[in-house]
């Protein structure tokens, strides 16, 4: 045998070799993609949940200053009925003005603290699916390096780990979308 030869041969060694890893390159870069998109789809995720959570603190704080409200509308309805009034028909209008407030803020009220309730739900809605993609984005990218180990080593079996890894994170990936 000739040096030319055996260089060929080993040449179509290397080939081969390389071909059969052409799968775990391809399921590499299939990997990089969907950790690319859990990654983007928890950043939104997170966004999403911290909007909520204004907007709930902007509706409890528009609770609150409806409820200061009412409050010291009370306490100047109680100082108007134990005051000596010289305007008695005045102090009366004055009074129903008043106890009209007070049956409209007890409505706003209540539906201003259903409304805070309700953004509320969704901020722990989000976070848990944020949670979820993080969790996905984790165990994407376990399974990529798993995966990437078995290019140095060329043993298949990080290949099949990796995949154990991935599966986990597309089933929580998927899990969101199920909630």
Do not use: C
């Not at 603190?57 to 009034?85: F, G, M, P």
């Not at 209008?93 to 509320?120: F, G, P, S, T």
């Amino acid at each position: 045998m000739e040096a030319n030869e055996a260089q060929e041969l080993k040449e179509q060694a290397e080939q081969g070799a390389e071909r059969a890893m052409r799968p775990v390159a391809f399921t590499m870069s299939l990997l990089a993609v969907m950790v690319a998109v859990t990654t983007v789809l928890g950043h939104r995720t997170h966004t999403e949940a911290v909007l909520y959570q204004n907007k709930a603190t902007d509706q409890w704080n528009e609770y609150q200053a409806k409820k200061i409200r009412s409050y010291n509308t009370s306490l100047a309805n109680d100082l108007l009925s134990v005051a000596t009034v010289t305007d008695k028909e005045k102090a009366a209008q004055i009074a129903k003005a008043y106890a009209d407030h007070q049956a409209k803020w007890a409505d706003d009220l209540n539906e201003d603290q259903e409304k805070a309730e309700a953004l509320e739900k969704r901020v722990e809605s989000a976070e848990l699916r944020a949670v979820r993609f993080d969790l996905s984005e984790a165990m994407l990218e376990i399974g990529l390096v798993i995966t990437s180990v078995t290019l140095l080593t060329r043993s298949r079996i990080y290949w099949y780990i990796g995949f154990v890894f991935s599966i986990a994170g597309i089933l929580s990936a998927l899990s969101t979308f199920l909630q």
